[in-house]
C-alpha cells in the first residue's frame, strides 16, 4: 500500500516539472473560459505606437472587469481597469520612453473567476519625431535659402527644373512630402518604401517670385517634423533710379568731369533678388562698374554724349539703360578773318564790320560775343596808340562804327579791330588786334590821250595837238596840277624828264569828276620821245592809287633841214605822183627783141 502511494506520488511531482512555468500558471488562474479573452485590433508583432493608443479587448461575455498592464521587458506596470462596454481604454504612451514593450490583460467575471493573463505581442514606442531635418536645393545664383536674408535665387526659365533634396534622422522613418513650391501642382510623395531624398521639379510653368517650400518627415509611428527652405526666381532686370548730375543734360557745358549720384533713389529689382551694382557708360564705350553706391564721376569727351546708366541684380540680370544726353565743349571759337568795306577817309556814316568766327562743337553764342575797334598809327602792337584804348563797338560779331566817326582825317592811319568770341558752352577768346589801312579816298586818272601827228619837225614852228581826259572817283572841290614832260624813247633810269607844259585845272572843275584837257607842244630837237602826261606831279594832294596819276604817248621829232616839209612822215603829193608815173612806164614798156 505504502509502495503504490510513493509511485503515484513521484508520477505526480516528474509531470509538473516537465510542463512550463507559465503554463502552469495560467491553468491555476484560469478556471472557466480563459481561452476567449482576447486584443481586438492589435497591437501586432513589430507595430510602432506613438501618442495615445486605444486598447480594445474582445470575448467579454459576463465580464466584470479587465486589467491591463504593460511591460518593458523587465516590469509589469498597469495602465487601466476596464470596467464597462464598450471594453476599451486610451493609453498615452508618451508617458513611457521609446523601446519595446509588450501589453497583458486578464478578465475578472461576476462569479469573481479570473481568465488568466492574455499577452500581447512585442511591439515599439515610438514617440520622438524625426529630426536633423535638412532641405537643400542645387543650381542657385545666388543664396543658400537658410534665411530671407539669404535667399536662394534662380534665374530658371518656366520649363526649367529645380532640385531639392532632403535628410532626416528617425529609427522609423517612413515618407516625406514638399509643398509651396513654385508653379503648378506639388511633388509625389517620396515614400513610404524606398525614400529617394530628392525631387525634381519641373511643372513647366516656373513663374518669377518667392516661395517658403515646406518639407515634412514623416516616421511610421505618425511623428512628424518640418523644415522649410528660402528660395525666388527673378528673370527681369531692376529699374536704375534717375541720377543726379553735375551738369545740366541737354544744355552744352564746358566742363571735364561729370558727377552722378543718386542712382539707388527710386531704383528697384521689383520683389527680385536686389540690386548688387550699378553701371555707367560714354555712348558706345565699355560699361564700366561703378559699384552699389550707385554713385561716381567719369571723364566727359567733347562733342554731344549719351551717357548710359544701368542697374545689375544679384544674379546677373541687367536693367533696361537710363540715357542721358550731355554736350561738352572746350575748345574756343576760332576767328575767320574780318569781313569790312574798303576804307578810306571818305567814308561816312555807320561802317559795318563782322568778324566770321566758327566753332568746332556747340556753336557761336552771337549775343555774348562782343567786339571793339581803335585807330593805330603803324599798324603794330596789342592796343591801338591813336585812340589809346579799345573803344566797345557793342555785341554780337557783326555791328556798326559809330557815325560820329570823321574818316576825313584818317587817310594814312589803321582801324584796329579785335573780337571776344564765346561759344554756347561758355568757351570764350579774344582775338589778337587786326589792322587795317586807312587809304584816301580820291583817285585822280587819265584816260583817252592822244596826239594829233606822230611825227613833227623839231623847232618851235611846228606844235602838235595833246588831248586827254582828267578823271577823278569823287567828287573834288580843289585845284589840281597837271604836266607834260618828255624823255628821249631811248632813257635809262638816269635820264630827267624835261617839262614842256604845266597847267593848273582850277577849283571846282571836278564837280562832274572828269576835266578835259587839249595842249599844244613843241619839240625842240629832233629824235624820238615819250611824252608823259602827269596829275598832281608832286603827289600834294593824298590819293588812294598814285600808280594810275600817268599816261605815256610817243612821237617822232624831224630834224626840219633834213626833211623839207615833213607832214608826219606823208610825202608830198607832186612826187608821189611822179614816182607812179615811172613805175607805171617801166611796167608797161615792150620787151626788146629776144
Same mark, same amino acid.
Given at each position: 500500500?505504502?509502495?503504490?502511494?510513493f509511485?503515484?506520488?513521484?508520477?505526480?511531482?516528474?509531470?509538473?516539472?516537465l510542463v512550463?512555468?507559465?503554463?502552469?500558471?495560467?491553468v491555476?488562474?484560469?478556471s =472557466?473560459?480563459s481561452?476567449d479573452?482576447?486584443?481586438?485590433g492589435?497591437?501586432?508583432?513589430g507595430?510602432?505606437?506613438?501618442?495615445?493608443?486605444t486598447?480594445?479587448?474582445?470575448? +467579454?461575455?459576463?465580464?466584470?472587469?479587465?486589467?491591463? $498592464?504593460?511591460?518593458?521587458?523587465s516590469?509589469?506596470?498597469?495602465?487601466?481597469?476596464i470596467?464597462?462596454?464598450p471594453?476599451?481604454?486610451?493609453?498615452?504612451?508618451?508617458?513611457h520612453?521609446?523601446?519595446?514593450?509588450?501589453l497583458?490583460?486578464e478578465?475578472?467575471?461576476?462569479?469573481?473567476?479570473?481568465?488568466?493573463?492574455?499577452?500581447?505581442p512585442?511591439f515599439?514606442?515610438?514617440?520622438?519625431a524625426?529630426?536633423?531635418?535638412?532641405?537643400?536645393t542645387?543650381?542657385?545664383?545666388?543664396?543658400d535659402?537658410?534665411?530671407?536674408?539669404n535667399?536662394?535665387?534662380?534665374?530658371?526659365?518656366?520649363?526649367d527644373t529645380?532640385?531639392?533634396?532632403?535628410? =532626416?534622422s528617425d529609427?522609423h522613418?517612413?515618407?516625406?512630402?514638399?509643398?509651396g513650391v513654385?508653379g503648378?501642382g506639388t511633388?509625389a510623395?517620396?515614400?513610404?518604401?524606398?525614400?529617394?531624398?530628392?525631387?525634381?521639379?519641373?511643372?513647366?510653368?516656373?513663374?518669377?517670385?518667392?516661395?517658403?517650400?515646406?518639407?515634412?518627415?514623416?516616421?511610421?509611428g505618425?511623428?512628424?517634423a518640418?523644415?522649410?527652405?528660402?528660395?525666388g526666381?527673378?528673370?527681369?532686370?531692376?529699374?536704375v =533710379?534717375t541720377p543726379?548730375l553735375?551738369?545740366?543734360?541737354?544744355?552744352?557745358?564746358?566742363?571735364?568731369?561729370?558727377?552722378?549720384?543718386?542712382?539707388?533713389?527710386?531704383?528697384?529689382?521689383?520683389g @527680385?533678388?536686389?540690386i548688387?551694382?550699378?553701371h555707367?557708360?560714354d555712348?558706345?564705350a565699355e560699361?564700366?562698374?561703378?559699384?552699389?553706391?550707385?554713385?561716381?564721376?567719369?571723364?566727359?569727351?567733347?562733342?554731344?554724349?549719351?551717357?548710359?546708366?544701368r542697374?545689375?541684380?544679384?544674379?546677373?540680370?541687367?536693367? $533696361?539703360?537710363?540715357?542721358?544726353?550731355?554736350?561738352?565743349?572746350?575748345?574756343?571759337? /576760332?576767328a575767320?578773318?574780318?569781313?569790312?568795306?574798303?576804307?578810306?577817309d571818305?567814308?561816312?556814316?555807320?561802317?559795318?564790320v563782322?568778324?566770321?568766327a566758327?566753332?568746332a562743337?556747340?556753336?557761336?553764342?552771337?549775343a555774348?560775343?562782343?567786339l571793339?575797334? @581803335?585807330?593805330?598809327?603803324n599798324?603794330?602792337g596789342?592796343?591801338?596808340d591813336?585812340?589809346s584804348?579799345?573803344?566797345s563797338?557793342g555785341s554780337?560779331?557783326?555791328?556798326?562804327?559809330?557815325?560820329?566817326?570823321?574818316?576825313s582825317?584818317?587817310?594814312g592811319?589803321?582801324?584796329?579791330?579785335r573780337?571776344?568770341?564765346?561759344d554756347?558752352?561758355?568757351n570764350? +577768346?579774344?582775338?589778337?588786334?587786326?589792322?587795317?589801312?586807312i587809304?584816301?579816298?580820291?583817285?585822280?586818272?587819265?584816260?583817252?590821250?592822244?596826239?594829233n601827228?606822230?611825227? /613833227?619837225?623839231a623847232?618851235?614852228?611846228?606844235? /602838235?595837238l595833246? $588831248?586827254?581826259?582828267? $578823271?577823278t572817283?569823287?567828287?573834288?572841290?580843289?585845284?589840281?596840277?597837271?604836266r607834260v614832260?618828255?624823255?628821249?624813247?631811248s632813257?635809262?633810269s638816269?635820264?630827267?624828264?624835261?617839262?614842256l607844259?604845266?597847267?593848273?585845272?582850277?577849283?571846282?572843275?571836278f564837280?562832274?569828276?572828269?576835266?578835259?584837257?587839249?595842249?599844244?607842244i613843241?619839240?625842240?630837237?629832233?629824235?624820238?620821245?615819250?611824252?608823259?602826261?602827269?596829275v598832281d606831279?608832286?603827289?600834294?594832294?593824298?590819293?588812294r592809287?598814285?600808280?594810275?596819276n600817268?599816261?605815256?604817248?610817243l612821237?617822232g621829232a624831224?630834224?626840219?633841214?633834213?626833211?623839207?616839209?615833213?607832214?608826219?612822215?606823208?610825202?608830198?603829193?607832186?612826187?608821189?605822183?611822179?614816182? @607812179?608815173?615811172f613805175?607805171?612806164r /617801166? +611796167?608797161n614798156?615792150?620787151?626788146a627783141?629776144s
Amino acid at each position: 500500500m505504502l509502495s503504490r502511494r510513493f509511485i503515484l506520488a513521484t508520477s505526480v511531482v516528474i509531470l509538473l516539472c516537465l510542463v512550463p512555468h507559465g503554463a502552469w500558471i495560467a491553468v491555476s488562474a484560469s478556471s =472557466g473560459r480563459s481561452d476567449d479573452l482576447d486584443f481586438s485590433g492589435g497591437p501586432g508583432a513589430g507595430q510602432i505606437l506613438s501618442g495615445t493608443y486605444t486598447v480594445r479587448a474582445t470575448n +467579454v461575455v459576463s465580464m466584470d472587469y479587465i486589467n491591463v $498592464e504593460v511591460s518593458d521587458g523587465s516590469t509589469w506596470s498597469p495602465i487601466a481597469n476596464i470596467t464597462s462596454a464598450p471594453w476599451l481604454t486610451p493609453w498615452d504612451t508618451s508617458v513611457h520612453t521609446d523601446g519595446d514593450y509588450q501589453l497583458r490583460i486578464e478578465g475578472t467575471f461576476a462569479n469573481s473567476t479570473t481568465t488568466g493573463w492574455i499577452l500581447s505581442p512585442t511591439f515599439t514606442i515610438d514617440n520622438t519625431a524625426p529630426t536633423s531635418l535638412t532641405l537643400t536645393t542645387s543650381g542657385a545664383e545666388v543664396g543658400d535659402g537658410s534665411s530671407t536674408i539669404n535667399r536662394a535665387w534662380f534665374t530658371s526659365n518656366p520649363s526649367d527644373t529645380i532640385n531639392f533634396d532632403w535628410t =532626416g534622422s528617425d529609427s522609423h522613418l517612413s515618407h516625406a512630402t514638399l509643398t509651396g513650391v513654385p508653379g503648378s501642382g506639388t511633388p509625389a510623395q517620396d515614400g513610404p518604401g524606398t525614400l529617394l531624398n530628392t525631387w525634381a521639379w519641373s511643372p513647366g510653368d516656373l513663374s518669377e517670385g518667392v516661395w517658403n517650400p515646406i518639407l515634412s518627415v514623416f516616421d511610421e509611428g505618425g511623428n512628424s517634423a518640418q523644415t522649410s527652405i528660402h528660395i525666388g526666381i527673378d528673370r527681369s532686370g531692376p529699374d536704375v =533710379g534717375t541720377p543726379s548730375l553735375s551738369v545740366t543734360a541737354g544744355t552744352w557745358t564746358s566742363a571735364t568731369t561729370l558727377i552722378f549720384n543718386d542712382l539707388s533713389s527710386g531704383a528697384s529689382d521689383n520683389g @527680385g533678388s536686389g540690386i548688387a551694382t550699378y553701371h555707367v557708360r560714354d555712348s558706345t564705350a565699355e560699361w564700366s562698374d561703378i559699384g552699389a553706391a550707385g554713385f561716381g564721376s567719369m571723364t566727359l569727351e567733347e562733342g554731344v554724349r549719351t551717357i548710359q546708366f544701368r542697374a545689375v541684380d544679384r544674379v546677373g540680370n541687367i536693367g $533696361e539703360a537710363h540715357n542721358v544726353t550731355i554736350m561738352a565743349d572746350r575748345t574756343a571759337p /576760332v576767328a575767320g578773318g574780318w569781313i569790312l568795306p574798303e576804307l578810306t577817309d571818305s567814308l561816312s556814316g555807320q561802317v559795318t564790320v563782322t568778324v566770321d568766327a566758327t566753332d568746332a562743337h556747340s556753336g557761336i553764342d552771337v549775343a555774348s560775343c562782343s567786339l571793339e575797334y @581803335g585807330f593805330d598809327s603803324n599798324g603794330a602792337g596789342t592796343t591801338p596808340d591813336i585812340s589809346s584804348d579799345w573803344l566797345s563797338v557793342g555785341s554780337g560779331t557783326s555791328n556798326h562804327l559809330s557815325a560820329a566817326i570823321d574818316w576825313s582825317t584818317r587817310a594814312g592811319q589803321y582801324l584796329s579791330l579785335r573780337a571776344t568770341l564765346v561759344d554756347d558752352a561758355g568757351n570764350t +577768346v579774344t582775338t589778337p588786334a587786326s589792322h587795317f589801312l586807312i587809304l584816301p579816298g580820291l583817285d585822280f586818272s587819265i584816260s583817252e590821250a592822244s596826239l594829233n601827228r606822230l611825227v /613833227v619837225r623839231a623847232g618851235s614852228a611846228d606844235p /602838235v595837238l595833246l $588831248e586827254a581826259s582828267i $578823271e577823278t572817283n569823287e567828287f573834288y572841290s580843289g585845284s589840281v596840277v597837271v604836266r607834260v614832260e618828255s624823255a628821249p624813247a631811248s632813257r635809262d633810269s638816269l635820264t630827267q624828264w624835261t617839262t614842256l607844259y604845266s597847267m593848273v585845272i582850277p577849283a571846282n572843275s571836278f564837280i562832274d569828276q572828269q576835266e578835259s584837257i587839249s595842249v599844244n607842244i613843241t619839240l625842240l630837237s629832233a629824235g624820238e620821245f615819250d611824252l608823259r602826261v602827269i596829275v598832281d606831279p608832286d603827289d600834294s594832294i593824298s590819293e588812294r592809287d598814285e600808280g594810275n596819276n600817268e599816261e605815256f604817248l610817243l612821237i617822232g621829232a624831224a630834224d626840219p633841214e633834213v626833211v623839207g616839209s615833213v607832214s608826219g612822215f606823208v610825202p608830198n603829193l607832186i612826187l608821189l605822183l611822179l614816182a @607812179g608815173l615811172f613805175v607805171s612806164r /617801166v +611796167v608797161n614798156r615792150p620787151e626788146a627783141a629776144s
